[in-house]
Each structure stands twice: as structure tokens, then as C-alpha cells.
């Protein structure tokens, strides 16, 4: 016999506060990055390659 589980309501759900984003620092050839936030810093290594289907 299968176990029902019943489904918790949106009130019932506890979601934590946001962290504040950090800030990401590199020195590479002698050239300073810097992004706030993973978002952002991702988002800068995410660009086209030959053969992506974009």
C-alpha cells in the first residue's frame, strides 16, 4: 500500500531571507574583475561557442 503525503500549503512553507550578494575579486593579467553577486559573475561566463545552438 502507497503512503498519501499530504501537500503543505504556502503558509506552511518557511523561505529563508536572501543573503546579501558577495563581492567576487580576480587579478588575472595584471587586470583587476570584480561582480557582486554569483548571478553576475556567471552571467559574464556564459557567452556564445562555436557550435552552442543560440
Do not use: H, Q
Not at 504556502?10 to 563581492?23: Q, R, W
Amino acid at each position: 500500500m502507497s503512503k498519501i503525503l499530504k501537500i503543505k500549503s504556502l503558509d506552511e512553507i518557511v523561505v529563508p531571507e536572501p543573503k546579501v550578494d558577495e563581492t567576487y575579486n580576480k587579478t588575472l593579467l595584471n587586470r583587476e574583475f570584480s561582480f557582486v553577486g554569483l548571478k553576475k559573475l556567471l552571467g559574464v561566463a556564459d557567452f556564445s561557442k562555436s557550435g552552442d545552438g543560440r
